[in-house]
């Protein structure tokens, strides 16, 4: 609850209109409007009766005999709302005081607190939505960058479901070949079967490990890149900081107790968000030499998917400059070349790649980018390279499924697996019943995916992961 202009409060449930009934009245009911022998029902009934499906109403809530607030009601009887029950909802001026105030006063009359994430459990189990759907709401709830929540919304209307729904069939087919097969001999031969189902499930375990594969891009859209800057004191960390954070600064992360020390940053550039991590050494710039030792930034870029080695492009390198060049080879990195605005390179291209060359292993390819943090040059470009290290580049998102949740990719992963040992099976020389079995356990993990054949247990972690009111 934030002190918002408005806040809404939500009851679902068969008993959602009877405990409206007992706080909300009318203008009428509350005395507020001269009574109008028309619309008043001498039996006592609550005018909440006489309401139209779909409809909104203008009223006060009342706990007992005392006014807690006005308030707009959306009168929304089941089965066509989120959680496919009746719905009353109540819109009211919020303020956390006066919404606590609501709330409680709906909870004496009989309702109570959601568990986090009841209302889209609700909907999973009236029907309304598949289970892919319930966790790309939480995945919306969640999303941090625009990416996320195209994937997030596309993943609502269904790819994942469409996908994996196809999937299973192709695989059911098999297993009704099988056991067709194994029933009546005479009709369906299996001679030479085997070789054209390790063929069939080819393609199928394919788009699933595709499927597995765009996980980890899933979690780099949804959480953002870990991303950590590291360079000597005055390289411009900090104006590269500020640069990125603009006033497009989406959300700074306090870490409880410590009211000054901003561990984490978030930043949206290209279209992603970058997780800036331990940005409290380099803010506190009293502290900035000792705290920015080469040392304790090797620790934090240890964690990192993404590394920002900001080098003074107007002096020479120095050790320091060195010691980081040196330790971001092989690592996803960029180099950023900073104050291009002086005009002076001590600096170049060169230098750099000679700095980093390594004669043992592969030549990675290195990023350089000239940027003037102070001016915020360069930084368009920086989010260019960005996009292209961790998406490839491809213009991607429309059209592929990807899984943006731990559960599905494991379920994804299990099912590969089990295809693995048909073709296990295939290869020994197995008989055909073998095929079935692994092939069910394919069938019934990629169930597990869409909310098909779950088990109540698995239902409840899931949603309880969701968000209060949700
Ligand atoms: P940090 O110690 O790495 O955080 O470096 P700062 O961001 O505090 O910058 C150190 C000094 O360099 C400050 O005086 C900045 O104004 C200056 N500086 C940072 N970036 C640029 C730049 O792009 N161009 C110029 N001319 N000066 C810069």
Redesign the pocket.
């Known amino acids: 609850m934030t002190a918002s202009g408005i806040g809404i409060i939500r009851i679902s449930g068969p008993e959602a209109f009877a405990v409206l009934k007992r706080i909300y009245r009318s203008p009428l009911e509350a005395g507020v409007q001269k009574k109008n022998p028309q619309d008043h029902d001498r039996t006592g009934r609550s005018s909440v009766d006489t309401w139209k499906n779909n409809t909104v109403h203008y009223g006060y809530i009342y706990d007992g005999r005392e006014r807690i607030d006005e308030c707009l009601v959306l009168y929304l009887p089941g089965p066509h709302t989120y959680t496919t029950e009746d719905t009353a909802e109540i819109d009211c001026h919020g303020g956390p005081y006066v919404m606590r105030r609501i709330l409680e006063t709906a909870l004496k009359n009989g309702a109570r607190l959601a568990e986090p994430g009841e209302f889209t459990k609700r909907a999973f189990l009236g029907g309304r939505i598949d289970l892919t759907e319930a966790e790309a709401v939480m995945d919306v709830i969640g999303a941090r960058s625009e990416d996320a929540l195209k994937s997030s919304m596309r993943q609502l209307a269904g790819s994942v479901r469409r996908s994996i729904t196809e999937l299973r069939e192709k695989i059911m087919d098999e297993l009704a070949y099988i056991e067709a097969a194994l029933d009546d001999p005479e009709h369906y031969d299996l001679t030479g079967y085997p070789e054209q189902l390790r063929e069939k499930l080819q393609p199928i375990r394919r788009r699933l490990l595709q499927m597995s594969h765009s996980f980890a891009e899933g979690r780099i859209i949804r959480e953002g890149i870990a991303t950590v800057i590291l ?1 000597r ?8 900081l500020n640069a990125l954070s603009g006033t497009d600064r989406a959300i700074v992360t306090d870490i409880e107790g410590t009211t000054r020390d901003v561990l984490e940053e978030n930043v949206r550039i290209g279209g992603l968000s970058l997780r800036l991590m331990d940005t409290a050494g ?1 803010r506190d ?1 009293e502290n ?1 030499v000792e705290k920015i030792g080469v040392n304790r930034a090797i620790e934090s870029a240890e964690e990192a998917d993404l590394i920002l080695a ?1 080098i003074d492009s107007s002096r020479p390198l120095d050790e320091n400059d060195r010691d980081i060049l040196r330790m971001i080879r092989g690592r996803r990195s960029i180099v950023l070349l ?5 005009k002076e390179e001590a600096v170049t291209e060169d230098m750099i790649r000679t700095e980093m060359k390594n004669p043992d292993e592969k030549q990675e390819e290195i990023h350089i980018v000239h ?5 915020s040059e360069g930084i368009d470009e920086l989010g260019r390279i960005i996009r292209s290290m961790f998406l490839g580049g491809r213009i991607r998102m429309n059209e592929e499924v990807m899984l943006t949740n731990a559960r599905h990719k494991e379920a994804v992963d299990r099912a590969i697996r089990s295809l693995d040992l048909v073709g296990q099976s295939i290869d020994n020389g197995m008989p055909e019943d073998f095929f079935s079995i692994d092939l069910m356990d394919a069938y019934r993990e990629l169930g597990n995916v869409i909310g098909e054949e779950i088990d109540d247990d698995l239902a409840n972690t899931i949603f309880s992961k969701f968000c209060m009111g949700k």
């Open positions: 360079g004191p005055n390289a411009g960390k900090s104006s590269l380099i710039t900035a900001v900073n104050k291009s605005d002086l940027i003037s943090a102070k001016n």
